[in-house]
């Protein structure tokens, strides 16, 4: 029992003793993940919403999960964030590799979305809940009749006729023509 106080004085001595950058490090990762958890939990909440809750002219989740996206992304790839990883990373060499691997993945997510360029990446995100909503919105048919994408896999699944299953998976790429549009704006988008 007479060690555990002797550790806990080293380890505060070790800590004490830790470059200034690897704390400043620490502490800006420690902050960016507290906040991007917040925000990327609140993205993901209204993506779901996005996908499962679609009602045809209701565009109340298609707006909330661009309002989300767009504070994930302000946040990702603000200015402060992007030139506070760069000047970490300049001092690379007293930074852990994990500090310095984790610095890197969140300067290659800020590219994405930088925000030196605002109004495209708020186009781009309103260009991605619309494809979204056209996706998840579409109305498959199979022989006249409407159907789930889940009727549709579970005959592509359990049919043994040809003919049946060719109907059912010609009706699975029906949404294909519909996309094309929204994915060829979106590569657009993203190049830019």
Do not use: H
């Amino acid at each position: 029992m007479r060690r555990l106080p002797v550790l806990l004085s080293l380890l505060a001595l070790v800590v004490a003793c830790e470059p200034g950058a690897r704390r400043d490090a620490e502490r800006f990762l420690r902050d960016y993940e507290r906040r991007y958890q917040d925000l990327s939990y609140a993205s993901a909440q209204a993506e779901w919403a996005s996908n499962t809750r679609i009602v045809e002219g209701d565009t109340t989740n298609s707006a909330r999960t661009r309002r989300a996206n767009e504070a994930l992304a302000e946040f990702v790839g603000s200015v402060e964030n992007i030139e506070r990883i760069r000047a970490l990373l300049e001092v690379r060499a007293d930074l852990t590799a994990s500090q310095v691997r984790q610095l890197e993945a969140m300067l290659y997510q800020a590219a994405s979305q930088p925000q030196t360029v605002p109004e495209l990446v708020k186009e781009r995100i309103a260009a991605e809940a619309a494809q979204t909503e056209a996706l998840f919105g579409f109305g498959y048919r199979l022989q006249g009749r409407p159907v789930t994408p889940n009727e549709l896999d579970e005959l592509l699944i359990a049919s043994a006729r040809v003919g049946e299953r060719r109907a059912a998976w010609e009706a699975s790429k029906a949404v294909g023509p519909s996309l094309k549009p929204g994915i060829l704006r979106l590569r657009d988008l993203r190049n830019q």
